[in-house]
């Protein structure tokens, strides 16, 4: 079984300042590795995902996440923030031979002017 | 569609009342998910099918939810008999791969239940 533990549950910005939302995770296999964002009354977007290779991941709108093994993080950043960036983070893991997602309980990221 | 389409958005039951939400894949997906949202809470795993199988069922928290897919496209969520801890974002998400080969779910916008 995995579990994922994201260590902030809100997050205060102002706007161009760089952020960075903590994952780590725990997993007795290898897993694959994924950043979703959720708007108010939306559903889950993908914003990035490792699986293999490069442990630097680049998403969309600019964000980017890095795997760290030993410690067994995946901490999102980007260098400057947008208001329209406020929403709600979720980390997420999956077994590599598996399908289910285990999701944080997320990050609420607030943009202020 | 382009997306994931779920139905209806928003809905309200009274206590004792049984439910069913709809999930709408992208077409050709071979993989759905259920999950379940609590308020303030990360999405939990309810159910997972490949084409009209249903793979596992682990999730679901009593034998009072009920999910199907007979033709390995729209599926079907069913809650008997809800209660109030009932109440939560229901999302689906599909994905053009089977078990083993999961690298990415598309979500939709989810079934807010509120049950009184």
């Known amino acids: 079984a995995q579990s994922v533990t994201q260590l902030d549950s809100q997050v205060p910005v102002f706007e161009e300042a760089p952020v960075e939302l903590r994952c780590n995770y725990s997993s007795s296999v290898s897993v694959y590795l994924f950043w979703y964002v959720q708007y108010p009354n939306q559903g889950l977007q993908l914003l990035l995902k490792y699986l293999s290779g490069s442990t630097l991941v680049k998403g969309i709108n600019g964000f980017e996440a890095e795997f760290n093994k030993s410690q067994t993080s995946f901490h999102l950043r980007k260098p400057s923030v947008h208001i329209s960036d406020t929403a709600e983070y979720f980390c997420a893991v999956s077994e590599i031979s598996g399908s289910r997602l285990t999701f944080g309980e997320g990050t609420q990221l607030t943009v202020n002017p | 569609g382009a997306g994931v389409s779920q139905s209806p958005r928003y809905k309200v039951a009274k206590r004792g009342q049984d439910v069913a939400l709809r999930c709408d894949p992208i077409?050709?997906?071979?993989?759905l998910f259920w999950y379940q949202q609590a308020l303030g809470q990360g999405p939990e795993f309810l159910t997972y099918f490949q084409n009209e199988a249903q793979l596992d069922k682990s999730g679901l928290p009593s034998d009072r939810f009920f999910a199907e897919r007979p033709e390995g496209s729209v599926s079907t969520l069913k809650i008997q008999r809800t209660q109030q801890e009932d109440s939560a974002v229901y999302l689906c998400a599909s994905s053009p791969y089977g078990q083993g080969l999961n690298t990415e779910a598309f979500f939709g916008q989810g079934t807010r239940l509120t049950v009184v």
């Open positions: 077409s050709g997906h071979v993989s």
